[in-house]
């Protein structure tokens, strides 16, 4: 791959391997696509579109309190590299003035009653919390289970990721039957006339409908034989975005995601019908996520959610 050129090859792929890549023809394709913005914009300007630079010269381009939901995935304070371009870790205040840069100018944009999700690694995610509390109502941390990647042998294995929900005020939408859970139940419950309580039958195992909670050990993270898998190394899964986005949007509201990556916000934002836009730095993973924009409008499954349902992993679904 040429980093000068922007351009890239797939490598081949084994037969079962159905990660996504750009050929150098649809490079050319989907870099028409990209948005590149040097005034001010309005809403429709940016509406299902990728805007391929750094956040911190598109937000004083943006329209002021346009956005229901905001979903943030920064860099991590780790030191890794995205194709080349390295996140050198530091200290605590120096993450925190490099955070606060970006985040409270981006907070012009958000409606009274908007949303906010941002995602944090276990060591900072104090420094995260204490930001969106100068600012915002922080409402929950979520905390979900990344199962991927070696075990430490001098430590606990580090297998999860906390997600900071918070409101922009008291007046906030969220709906939590969007987001249930189907779980298999062990030990059914039966009323007076045997019939089951609160509870279902289907393919000879009980499943029970349960509120979601602050704890997520349902989501698989994107691996090589999964359709929705690219090759950037942090990408969040499609389900776990699809939880988010039906609990605290609406049909036609508005989703920004300033760290956009390979696009799963976007392409979640899509097929389930909401309007959308992300930023990212990067143009290889602009591409993808236009790729799988594109993707999207023929496929508009999530894996683990079927029928307005949410499933355990591993659950055949």
């Given at each position: 791959?040429?980093?000068?050129s ?6 081949a ?17 989907y ?10 914009v ?7 579109r ?10 004083p ?5 346009f ?13 890794k ?5 390295v ?12 955070f ?11 409606k ?10 276990w060591?900072?995610s ?34 999860s ?9 008291n ?20 009323d ?10 289907a ?11 602050n ?5 698989t ?10 090759d950037?190394?942090t ?8 939880k ?36 990212e730095?990067?143009?290889?993973y ?15 499954t999530?894996?683990?959610?079927e ?5 355990e ?5």
């Amino acid at each position: 791959m040429s980093l000068a050129s922007g351009k890239f090859a797939p490598m081949a792929k084994a037969p079962r391997n159905r990660t996504i890549a750009v050929d150098p023809e649809e490079t050319n394709r989907y870099n028409r696509n990209l948005l590149h913005i040097t005034s001010p914009v309005t809403k429709k300007d940016i509406s299902g579109r990728t805007i391929c630079q750094d956040i911190s010269s598109v937000i004083p381009l943006l329209p002021a309190r346009f956005v229901d939901l905001l979903i943030i995935d920064p860099p991590y304070n780790l030191t890794k590299s995205f194709r080349g371009n390295v996140f050198q870790e530091r200290d605590k205040a120096a993450y925190k003035v490099w955070f606060e840069s970006w985040f409270i100018p981006l907070l012009s944009i958000l409606k009274p009653n908007a949303s906010v999700y941002v995602c944090a690694e276990w060591r900072f995610s104090s420094i995260v919390e204490q930001i969106l509390s100068e600012h915002l109502t922080i409402r929950n941390r979520i905390t979900w289970e990344r199962e991927k990647g070696r075990g430490a042998n001098a430590n606990w294995k580090n297998c999860s990721e906390d997600i900071w929900f918070a409101t922009a005020s008291n007046d906030y939408y969220f709906d939590v039957n969007a987001a249930k859970l189907k779980r298999r139940v062990l030990a059914p419950y039966r009323d007076s006339a045997r019939k089951p309580k609160d509870w279902h039958q289907a393919n000879g195992a009980s499943y029970r409908l349960t509120h979601p909670s602050n704890l997520w050990t349902d989501i698989t993270v994107p691996f090589w034989s999964m359709p929705e898998n690219t090759d950037h190394p942090t990408q969040k899964p499609e389900k776990l975005l699809a939880k988010i986005i039906l609990a605290s949007s609406r049909k036609g509201d508005f989703v920004f995601d300033p760290f956009a990556g390979s696009g799963t916000t976007q392409v979640v934002a899509k097929k389930l019908g909401r309007a959308f836009c992300g930023v990212e730095i990067d143009n290889q993973y602009c591409l993808l996520a236009e790729k799988r924009l594109l993707l999207a409008e023929v496929d508009k499954t999530i894996q683990g959610f079927e029928d307005g349902v949410f499933y355990e992993r591993n659950s055949g679904k």
